[in-house]
């Protein structure tokens, strides 16, 4: 129940929710908070706030409290490596990362909570990459009181997500082996320049390259290649070279004669049309065709820290990168603050 009183009948009343006080370009935030004991030392600011009445609220028992649902719905929408710290504030609570990782969003499971109405969770980007302590959402109740049907329906919604409706997948720090082919750098016809380019991403993600070997367009050699980098260790393979339809490009041919499954080649990004992900024993295996080169970020970037969080690369996941996976070329790369891959 909600009773509207004047601020004079309102002195030695417990405010009931926070007050927002706004100075453009200097603050945004409560001025008294919820639980303030009211004095007549705080009429004139209140009044400068717009406030010639307060609210006294007792909740019915079908009724909870902004801060109190949001309390409840903050704990179901957060999954490993999700959390807070602090109570809420104006029934808002901010979530944030616990661990370095990818961040996880069910994007189904939030928009039906979000379709609920009365309460809300805004997130970052689903596959984005996140540190230790990064706001990665916010989540709040919109009115004062919210019923408690809505807030058990909201709680209901986000326990469809498996895991949680946000979670932080750690990285796996990988042990990278590197195929470079192509019988024009194998020969020393050409000077390779994959080879840093493919250090420095692995480095970036706090993995390792095993070994780098060069290999000519020849079946035999790069399966064998393939399957020996596995030997030394390797738990992801990247191949780069061979992407393009050109007779003369095997390896994809030859990684399925090593006994490379459920092979996908080409994807719905650019640039990266002719990627592959493919999986030589369970090894995830990705292919980067020449614009690799030539373009700093490319759908390597997108995929890359998926594999490393443990998701599983189909068709299905390869596809659904259509959706923002325009790069516009930019002058000067600003990614991933950026559309690209979102």
């Not at 009948?9 to 639980?35: M, N, S, V, W």
């Not at 600011?45 to 006294?56: F, Q, T």
């Not at 504030?89 to 990362?97: I, M, P, Q």
């Not at 090894?283 to 700093?296: K, M, N, Y």
Request: hydrophobic residues 45%.
């Amino acid at each position: 129940m909600i009773q509207v009183v004047k601020l004079e009948e309102a002195i030695g009343c417990a405010l009931a929710h926070d007050i927002t006080e706004i100075r453009p370009g200097e603050f945004k935030g409560p001025a008294f908070q919820r639980g303030h004991i009211l004095s007549c030392r705080d009429l004139d600011h209140l009044r400068r706030l717009g406030k010639d009445h307060l609210y006294i609220v007792t909740p019915d028992d079908d009724e909870i409290h902004e801060d109190d649902a949001a309390r409840a719905i903050a704990e179901a929408l957060c999954g490993d490596g999700v959390g807070w710290r602090g109570a809420p504030r104006e029934g808002k609570l901010h979530l944030t990362a616990t661990r370095d990782g990818m961040l996880k969003v069910d994007v189904a499971a939030l928009t039906r909570f979000n379709a609920i109405g009365e309460v809300m969770c805004a997130t970052r980007h689903t596959h984005t990459l996140v540190k230790e302590g990064d706001r990665v959402a916010a989540t709040r109740a919109i009115p004062l009181l919210v019923p408690r049907q809505t807030v058990d329906a909201a709680l209901g919604e986000a326990k469809t997500a498996s895991g949680g409706v946000l979670r932080v997948l750690p990285l796996k720090q990988a042990a990278v082996g590197v195929m470079i082919t192509g019988s024009e750098v194998y020969y020393g016809r050409i000077e390779d320049r994959f080879e840093p380019i493919i250090r420095k991403k692995v480095a970036d993600l706090g993995g390792r390259v095993v070994d780098v070997v060069f290999l000519p367009d020849d079946d035999a050699m790069i399966a064998d290649a393939a399957l020996a980098l596995l030997e030394q260790g390797a738990d992801i393979l990247v191949t780069t070279g061979g992407m393009s339809v050109d007779p003369d490009d095997r390896t994809r041919f030859a990684l399925k004669r090593a006994g490379a499954e459920e092979m996908v080649y080409g994807s719905a990004v650019l640039p990266g049309a002719m990627f592959m992900v493919t999986y030589l024993k369970g090894v995830p295996v990705l292919g980067i065709p020449a614009c690799g080169l030539f373009s700093t970020t490319t759908v390597f970037d997108l995929v890359y820290p998926r594999v490393l969080a443990g998701e599983k690369i189909t068709r299905r996941e390869v596809a659904a990168l259509g959706h923002g996976g325009l790069c516009l070329d930019c002058p000067e790369c600003v990614y991933p603050s950026c559309p690209f891959g979102k």
